[in-house]
């Protein structure tokens, strides 16, 4: 089973994932588009038991755009760079900025989610699962 790890912008701040993804999506919420500073989120769920974090991180946590969640992400204080986030709703899993691993060979998206609020210039492949409504179908981005 291979490890993948992701870390911060100056690597104080790491996570160790082993195992598969169990999702990988894009969110086009407004609090992933301020959280990211760009016109999505990209993130990858992982069973949180095969996950170790290493390194200080600041809290931050807010509800989803829906209200239907809690995320409480993680970021490195020192350089500011969020690494991954906890979903109230999935305490059995951790969600890792898509970035952090710094991989461009990294798997790609299968959702994309609050595509209401996507920006009209952004262009993904159409086979990706998109979703429309406001809430994905087990919690958002």
């Known amino acids: 089973m291979a490890n993948r790890e992701a870390s911060c912008s100056c690597g104080q701040l790491r996570v160790t994932v082993s ?83 710094a991989d461009p060979g990294f798997y790609r998206p299968e959702f994309s989610v609050w595509e209401t609020r996507r920006h009209a210039w952004v262009g993904l492949p159409e086979d990706l699962v998109h979703d429309d409504e406001p809430s994905p179908p087990d919690g958002a981005g």
């Not at 760009?38 to 989803?64: I, K, L, N, P």
């Not at 809690?70 to 898509?98: K, M, N, Q, S, W």
């Open 19 to 101: 195992g598969e993804p169990t999702r990988v999506s894009v969110c086009h919420c407004l609090a992933c588009q301020r959280r990211t500073g760009s016109a999505f989120g990209f993130q990858a769920r992982f069973e949180r038991s095969g996950a170790t974090v290493s390194g200080r991180s600041t809290e931050w946590t807010r509800d989803s755009d829906d209200g239907d969640a809690t995320h409480t992400h993680h970021f490195c204080p020192e350089c500011g760079t969020t690494v991954f986030y906890l979903d109230d709703t999935e305490p059995e899993r951790i969600a890792v900025a898509g970035g952090a691993f």
